[in-house]
């Protein structure tokens, strides 16, 4: 399976990535962590991108779609991959589409973890990364809404888009995304063309 987790910062989308990955038997593609170790290793990507990330701002496009690119051309992600934090753009939302088609792989679905701001900036107020401090986490959240949430609609366009209620234990929130990927599943089920040769 091929997905996409899109949520806000503080939706919990780490803690569920954990548990779908083990229930997937995916490559985990999470361009926040591919960033960070870009900048720990000084590479020429983390050095561009570092004053962004500190800023709560989107790293351009263009670099996050090479280092995108390079992940997915490797060969465990044959099997699929669950892309944790892209695309968050619509350029980058248009720039994987073109990847996909061009090698004729589809795309299961997209989950949306929905949970409301109050929640999560009372969640994101505990954690301590140093880019969570209030003014980058108000930054963070305004560049969710205005960069970010446009791709809802352009998944929601295209049938591809489940939003999950993000609102429960971690078991409850688990149980919804497991429906989801069923009806992702059923899909592409009655999309695929029947087998002439399996038919009655
Ligand atoms: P969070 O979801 O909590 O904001 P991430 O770990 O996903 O954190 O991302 C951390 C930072 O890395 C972001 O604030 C942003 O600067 C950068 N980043 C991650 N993914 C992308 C992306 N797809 N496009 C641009 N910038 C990104």
Redesign the pocket.
């Given at each position: 399976m091929r997905v996409i987790f899109i949520?806000?910062?503080?939706a919990g989308?780490g803690t569920q990535s954990q548990r779908l990955l083990r229930y997937l038997g995916v490559p985990h593609i999470?361009?926040?962590?591919i960033?960070?170790d870009a900048v720990r290793m000084h590479t020429t990507e983390g050095l561009l991108?570092e004053k962004?990330?500190n800023e709560?701002?989107?790293?351009?496009?263009p670099?996050?779609i090479k280092l995108?690119g390079i992940r997915m051309d490797q060969a465990d992600c044959k099997v699929g991959c669950l892309l944790?934090?892209?695309?968050?753009?619509l350029g980058?939302a248009q720039a994987l589409d073109s990847y996909l088609q061009g090698r004729g792989i589809p795309l299961s679905g997209v989950l949306e973890l929905r949970v409301n701001e109050e929640v999560l900036i009372q969640r994101l107020a505990g954690r301590g990364?140093t880019?969570d401090e209030p003014a980058v986490t108000r930054q963070?959240f305004q560049?969710?809404r205005e960069r970010t949430e446009p791709l809802l609609e352009y998944y929601q366009e295209r049938g591809l888009l489940a939003a999950i209620n993000g609102i429960g234990t971690t078991d409850e929130v688990f149980e919804r995304i497991k429906s989801a990927l069923d009806g992702f599943q059923r899909r592409a089920a009655a999309a695929r063309p029947t087998d002439p040769t399996k038919s009655a």
């Amino acid at each position: 399976m091929r997905v996409i987790f899109i949520g806000p910062p503080g939706a919990g989308k780490g803690t569920q990535s954990q548990r779908l990955l083990r229930y997937l038997g995916v490559p985990h593609i999470s361009t926040g962590e591919i960033l960070r170790d870009a900048v720990r290793m000084h590479t020429t990507e983390g050095l561009l991108a570092e004053k962004y990330m500190n800023e709560g701002h989107l790293v351009p496009d263009p670099i996050i779609i090479k280092l995108v690119g390079i992940r997915m051309d490797q060969a465990d992600c044959k099997v699929g991959c669950l892309l944790d934090g892209f695309p968050r753009t619509l350029g980058q939302a248009q720039a994987l589409d073109s990847y996909l088609q061009g090698r004729g792989i589809p795309l299961s679905g997209v989950l949306e973890l929905r949970v409301n701001e109050e929640v999560l900036i009372q969640r994101l107020a505990g954690r301590g990364r140093t880019d969570d401090e209030p003014a980058v986490t108000r930054q963070r959240f305004q560049t969710y809404r205005e960069r970010t949430e446009p791709l809802l609609e352009y998944y929601q366009e295209r049938g591809l888009l489940a939003a999950i209620n993000g609102i429960g234990t971690t078991d409850e929130v688990f149980e919804r995304i497991k429906s989801a990927l069923d009806g992702f599943q059923r899909r592409a089920a009655a999309a695929r063309p029947t087998d002439p040769t399996k038919s009655a």
